[in-house]
């Protein structure tokens, strides 16, 4: 049962019974923007950061945030702001940047599967690093900064088969993955490259997956992209630093989960044996925790073997992970009932089966009109909405300084159909 003042988490908390954003209030903002709507909290996001900035101390260390996990505009400036740099999977991502505020020299570009056009922008902005994929693309870009009469700063990822113990759809170091060459091939590549005009060789890049919360992996990580450095020293291939990428997951379901200075003194011994800076890529780890997910109760069905369903104004369209990943978002009222806890399944509007938010979830008892918070949708939750059913994009709010501020609006049809004849 929920009391005054109880904590949801560290910025969303329930005070005198109703659930508050900092100290705002849910309802407030509700009553201004509708439902759905998205709230983060500025604090949060700053709070997260620089735990990860504090956790690797002195090491020399820059922390990338990357874009993918939520690039709403207002939330990359804030990052901008407290000194962060960016890491950029899209030109649409490196332009969000630009306009962030980025100065060029602080985004890297990742991503498989980059585009001529693509390449042209990295190289023509001259970007602190873009992070191969592959030789065909060292050589496109390599090709293109010639033309350009300039030299690229590339690092090339590598796939150390790792498994990073995280959902399969997001596992991104295993051979059998799509991404980067294999680690093995990497000194022959970088060797028959050193000299290559147009390409001038930074770092080293790994990236083993997404949501991650064990430590060994991280640590084999950092083991494997520390060896790799070394030969590549001995063969007299100097780089500026070494990419560790992101991947360090959140408590999305409360229970105990690795902390940056656990992350950190991990991997530190093992760079400590090389001494170059390490490039961090955090996202999720920075964002999502700060946001929820805002949505009303328009409909209840209770069916004659018991079974609940608490329809919500939310679905798929706004937050995509329960139905692609299966994954757990902690669900609350925004002014809980004091009742006895029921099984409820809670879920969307969207013509889908799989538009499921959360299966046999106790709850308090939920009638039509209620409020209902989906917490920890600050990462992969706005950035994945879809138009789908023709639904528009909901709305997003930040929550900063006691203040709260519409960082963007809610869609419209005109919005949809700008672009349709």
Avoid at 353 to 370: C, I, T
Avoid at 386 to 396: C, D, I, Q, V
């Amino acid at each position: 049962m929920i009391t005054s003042g109880s904590l949801v988490n560290q910025s969303f908390r329930h005070i005198d019974s109703e659930l508050t954003c900092d100290g705002v209030s849910i309802e407030s903002i509700v009553e201004r923007v509708g439902t759905p709507v998205y709230v983060y909290s500025g604090r949060a996001i700053r709070q997260a950061y620089r735990e990860i900035d504090t956790a690797f101390g002195s090491y020399p260390h820059a922390i990338h945030y990357a874009l993918k996990a939520n690039s709403t505009l207002a939330i990359v400036r804030l990052l901008q702001s407290i000194g962060s740099r960016a890491d950029a999977n899209s030109a649409g991502e490196i332009l969000v940047a630009l306009r962030s505020g980025f100065a060029p020299s602080n985004i890297i570009f990742t991503g498989v599967g980059k585009t001529k056009d693509e390449l042209e922008l990295a190289v023509s902005k001259d970007l602190g690093a873009i992070n191969a994929e592959s030789v065909g693309e060292l050589d496109r870009i390599a090709a293109i900064a010639v033309a350009h009469d300039t030299e690229a700063r590339v690092a090339l990822r590598v796939n150390p088969d790792i498994d990073a113990g995280s959902h399969p759809n997001i596992s991104t170091g295993l051979r059998s993955n799509k991404f980067g060459v294999p680690i093995q091939d990497a000194r022959t590549i970088y060797r028959e490259r050193r000299r290559r005009r147009g390409l001038t060789f930074v770092g080293v890049h790994i990236h083993i997956g997404s949501q991650i919360t064990s430590i060994e992996p991280l640590r084999s990580a950092a083991q494997a992209l520390v060896s790799l450095a070394l030969e590549l020293k001995a063969d007299g291939i100097q780089l500026e630093h070494l990419d560790l990428g992101g991947g360090l997951g959140i408590a999305y379901e409360g229970r105990p989960i690795i902390s940056p200075v656990d992350y950190a003194n991990a991997v530190l011994p093992e760079l400590k044996k090389i001494g170059l800076r390490v490039i961090l890529e955090p996202g999720r780890a920075i964002v999502g925790r700060a946001g929820a997910l805002i949505a009303r109760i328009v409909d209840i069905k209770r069916f004659p073997d018991g079974r609940q369903f608490a329809v919500l104004d939310a679905g798929m369209t706004e937050l995509l992970r329960p139905a692609m990943y299966g994954s757990y978002h902690q669900i609350v009222p925004v002014a809980p009932r004091h009742s006895t806890e029921s099984s409820w399944d809670i879920v969307g509007p969207i013509c889908e089966s799989s538009d499921v938010f959360a299966k046999d979830r106790l709850m308090p008892a939920l009638e039509v009109g209620d409020l209902v918070a989906i917490l920890d949708t600050g990462a992969y939750g706005s950035v994945m909405a879809s138009n789908y059913n023709r639904h528009f994009f909901a709305p997003e709010v930040l929550v900063d300084y006691n203040k709260w501020t519409t960082i963007r609006r809610r869609q419209t049809l005109d919005d949809v159909l700008a672009l349709e004849t």
